[in-house]
């Protein structure tokens, strides 16, 4: 799931004054801080050089080790602390614990015993060696699951709902379509923390290759799909926090179990790097939420000039088809722990599935 996380660097182990610990190099918008002293799991892939690979997942479940970023205890914190929350936790220091065991040796002695001992585990379980690191996609990602959040049990706390909460329901809503009037497709793309470059990312050319594809095939131009085409950009928005209402606009804010939002734009402060819907057709996803009783609430990326942010909608909207952005309200957005409620969950899943099912027209 493109989350943001703590992927590692090409060559990551190493070991300092008795520890063994892994480099790396955090991935998308995060405050490094929260970061520190939380159980981390390991997920990904190692290609060895035959073209061989071996999936790794650690921490996940009981009994299984975990992962920790250290921090610095309050007593010796001083300076610390009086840094601001940015500089607190530097990029670079964001390395993970994983040995603390020295590999044993004949004579007890040698150099880099700890490293070795962890890759001497690792080797193995998983018959890879240091080298095989350099061609793999390893990331570190909180290691709690998904809970039930208050007492009314009307929320889900965990890590990644940007973007499983949205993506989930669009999957859901596509497979329980059975019959559409109309093509229907659901494009779940990576990178969009970073941009959304790259081969998998919805920048690169995959979607305009495909539905060129399915064109040739019925003997039409591909521009003339995409024109006639609709697009909802399954993206979350923020949820408005009184803990923190002075980077909110309350009348311009999306609320938890207030429904589905709908955001005309995103972007920051001007609008830079958005797409901003016709009028014409929010007009026509409003009719369509309401004909199909699906709730659903609009507002903007807190105030003007406190930030903002983007989604890939820029990217279709490019392609000449109308587009806008549909999702789910978060609190903590970009946290380990997000907070979404399952009312607004709910409303996603039926605000796609009547998008795929009722054509609306262009």
Partial sequence: IDSPRLDLKPY???????????????????????WT????????RVVKKDGSFVDV???EEPGEPQFCVTDLLPHLGAEQMSKPLAKAIEGENLNIL?????????TGKGESLFKLNVMRLLNEKYEITE????????????????????????????????????????????????????TAITVLAD???????????????????????????????ARDVFT?????????????????????????????NNGVSVMKYTGSRGKSGTSDASAEFMAQVRNLLFQNNVLWQTGELGKVDAGGGGTVA????????????????????????????KLDIHMAYRGFKAFFETPIGK
């Fill in 191 to 221: 990178k969009e923390e970073v941009g959304s470059e790259g081969n998998t990312g919805l920048n690169s050319s995959f979607l305009r290759y495909f539905v060129e594809t399915l064109a040739q095939q019925d003997g039409v131009e």
């Fill in 228 to 256: 006639r085409s609709q697009c909802l950009s399954a993206d979350v928005c923020a949820a408005y926090d009184p803990i923190y209402a002075s980077a909110y606009e309350p009348a311009n804010s999306c609320y938890l």
């Fill in 12 to 34: 990551p182990l190493y070991e300092s004054n008795d520890l063994a610990l892994l480099k790396s190099h955090y991935y998308g918008g995060i405050k490094k801080y929260q």
């Fill in 131 to 182: 080298e095989d690191l350099v061609s793999s996609e390893i990331e570190f990602v909180p290691a709690w699951h998904a809970q039930d959040m208050g007492f009314d049990r009307s929320m889900i706390g965990a890590y990644g709902h940007d973007d499983r909460v949205c993506a989930y329901p669009a999957l859901m809503a596509i497979l329980d379509c059975k019959t559409p009037e109309h």
């Fill in 314 to 341: 820029m990217f279709i909207a490019n392609l000449n088809v109308d587009v806008v952005d549909v999702g789910v309200p978060v609190l903590s957005m970009h946290a380990p722990l997000e907070v979404t409620a």
């Fill in 98 to 106: 994983v040995g603390s065991r020295p590999v044993r040796t004949e």
């Fill in 37 to 44: 002293a939380i159980p981390l799991a390991m997920h990904g």
């Fill in 57 to 59: 997942r650690i921490g």
